[in-house]
């Protein structure tokens, strides 16, 4: 039997749906955008908003092929309908994702449809669905943020409105939400040796905790772009300093050289919207510096708009998103230490804080121990 809470239960098989959901309204709505800002002439725009979703995308693709490979060579019964040329072709035509979808809701019908609680069967089918979370965390961040910063840009600097906009800034919110959260509830119910996430109340506040932190960030980098466009050189070298740090600690996610870069440039942009623990270590001190910049420059981007462009100060938008990003910023920090002073789940195998302590080093290691720690 299963450890109490692990089980993949129904609820959980409609947690997948609906995150298939939001990932399909995300890209849908900006695909839409994006077609609908080129009929208008906004070319530029229309260009960005596309270039988001192809990134996110690609990236996925090449991470889930790599697992699918990773799998099958591993013996894994993944993937045992399809072939090397299947995989690639799946991936080249970005339908990999929606493969896995299929693949882990087909499976888990089947178990819940038998009653199948067998701990090895449980444990696999949460394997399969920490793979697809952390992918739609990459498609988040490489694609979700920085739609919600271009489409705040346009309306504030271009007052430029219309319904889709707010439809894909909502589904993009939504998205973000649903991400960080089931990625982290997965990958705890995924691996033996830590405790799960409760349900309830430190699911609400670790979701409280991510947005009110994510979103202040995206406003303030959205007001230093309505500053000068060169700040995108100064978020470069916010990024740099990220992926640099995931060189220093020595990633070891990936088994390719190669994907091991790209892995670490991803972490590198993860990292300019909120912290993540790359290598599963006590990281107390590490989150603590990395909030106090964040904040720091959150707090800046309105001050220097003012300083440096006082003709902002008339605007309709200025004093309410100086006021949103004062108080979400205290609200995500509060939300931060209540979390992790009083809700982190800890117990007789405990957790270090934001990251995992092994009690048996000599565990085999396996791609969910190395996937990032949040």
Same mark, same amino acid.
Request: charged letters at 15%; proline letters at 4%; one cysteine or more.
């Given at each position: 039997?299963?450890?109490?809470?692990?089980?993949?239960?129904?609820? #959980?098989?409609?947690? !997948?749906?609906?995150?298939?959901?939001?990932?399909? =309204?995300?890209?849908?709505?900006?695909?839409?955008? &994006?077609?609908?800002?080129?009929?208008? =002439?906004?070319?530029? %725009?229309?260009?960005?908003?596309?270039?988001?979703?192809?990134?996110?995308?690609?990236?996925?693709?090449?991470? &889930?092929?790599?697992?699918?490979?990773?799998? @099958?060579?591993?013996?894994?019964?993944?993937? @045992? =309908?399809?072939?090397?040329?299947?995989?690639?072709?799946?991936?080249?035509?970005?339908?990999?994702?929606? !493969?896995?979808?299929?693949?882990?809701?087909?499976?888990?019908?089947?178990?819940?449809?038998?009653?199948?609680?067998?701990?090895?069967? $449980?444990?696999?089918?949460?394997?399969?669905?920490?793979?697809?979370?952390?992918?739609?965390?990459?498609?988040?961040?490489?694609?979700?943020?920085? $739609?919600?910063?271009?489409?705040?840009?346009?309306?504030?600097?271009?007052?430029?409105?219309?319904?889709?906009?707010?439809?894909?800034?909502?589904?993009?919110?939504?998205?973000?939400?649903?991400?960080?959260?089931? /990625? #982290?509830?997965?990958?705890?119910?995924?691996?033996?040796?830590?405790?799960?996430?409760?349900?309830?109340?430190?699911?609400?506040?670790?979701?409280?905790?991510?947005?009110?932190?994510? !979103?202040?960030?995206?406003?303030?980098?959205?007001?230093?772009?309505?500053?000068?466009?060169?700040?995108?050189?100064?978020?470069?070298?916010? %990024?740099?300093?990220g992926t640099t740090w995931a060189v220093v600690? @020595?990633t070891n996610f990936c088994i390719s050289p190669?994907?091991?870069?790209? /892995?670490?440039?991803?972490? =590198?942009?993860?990292?300019?919207?909120?912290?993540?623990?790359?290598?599963? #270590?006590?990281?107390?001190?590490?989150?603590?510096?990395?909030?106090?910049?964040?904040?720091? $420059?959150?707090?800046?981007?309105?001050?220097?708009? /003012?300083?440096?462009?006082?003709?902002?100060?008339? !605007?309709?938008?200025?004093?309410?998103?100086m006021l949103f990003i004062l108080i979400t910023?205290?609200?995500?920090?509060?939300?931060?230490?209540? /979390?992790?002073?009083?809700?982190?789940?800890?117990?007789?195998?405990?957790?270090?804080?934001?990251?995992?302590?092994?009690?048996?080093?000599?565990?085999?290691?396996? #791609?969910?121990?190395?996937?990032?720690?949040?």
């Amino acid at each position: 039997m299963p450890p109490i809470g692990r089980g993949f239960t129904p609820f #959980r098989w409609i947690c !997948t749906i609906f995150g298939l959901i939001f990932y399909l =309204g995300d890209i849908g709505s900006d695909l839409l955008l &994006s077609v609908q800002y080129f009929r208008s =002439g906004y070319v530029t %725009w229309a260009a960005l908003t596309l270039a988001f979703v192809l990134i996110g995308s690609v990236c996925i693709q090449i991470f &889930s092929y790599a697992w699918f490979k990773d799998d @099958k060579n591993n013996d894994e019964d993944v993937d @045992k =309908g399809l072939s090397t040329s299947h995989l690639i072709g799946i991936h080249v035509l970005q339908i990999g994702i929606f !493969t896995r979808y299929y693949h882990l809701l087909k499976k888990s019908f089947k178990t819940l449809r038998s009653g199948n609680t067998q701990e090895v069967e $449980q444990l696999h089918l949460f394997a399969l669905a920490t793979d697809l979370s952390m992918l739609r965390m990459f498609e988040t961040f490489l694609e979700s943020v920085p $739609q919600l910063i271009l489409q705040v840009y346009i309306i504030l600097e271009h007052n430029h409105r219309s319904k889709l906009q707010y439809v894909s800034m909502a589904v993009s919110f939504l998205n973000i939400a649903w991400a960080t959260v089931d /990625y #982290r509830r997965c990958l705890r119910r995924s691996l033996l040796h830590i405790n799960e996430m409760p349900c309830g109340i430190p699911t609400a506040v670790y979701l409280f905790y991510k947005i009110f932190t994510i !979103t202040p960030r995206i406003l303030s980098l959205t007001l230093f772009i309505m500053l000068s466009p060169l700040s995108t050189v100064a978020m470069a070298l916010i %990024w740099l300093v990220g992926t640099t740090w995931a060189v220093v600690e @020595k990633t070891n996610f990936c088994i390719s050289p190669v994907l091991e870069h790209l /892995y670490r440039i991803i972490v =590198g942009v993860i990292l300019v919207f909120t912290f993540f623990n790359i290598k599963g #270590r006590n990281t107390r001190v590490p989150m603590t510096l990395y909030y106090i910049v964040s904040v720091c $420059q959150n707090l800046a981007a309105p001050i220097l708009l /003012y300083l440096l462009k006082p003709e902002s100060e008339g !605007t309709d938008y200025f004093l309410p998103i100086m006021l949103f990003i004062l108080i979400t910023n205290s609200f995500g920090l509060g939300f931060l230490g209540l /979390y992790y002073s009083l809700l982190h789940p800890r117990g007789s195998v405990a957790d270090e804080i934001d990251g995992i302590e092994r009690l048996n080093q000599e565990t085999t290691s396996t #791609r969910l121990d190395r996937f990032l720690q949040i």
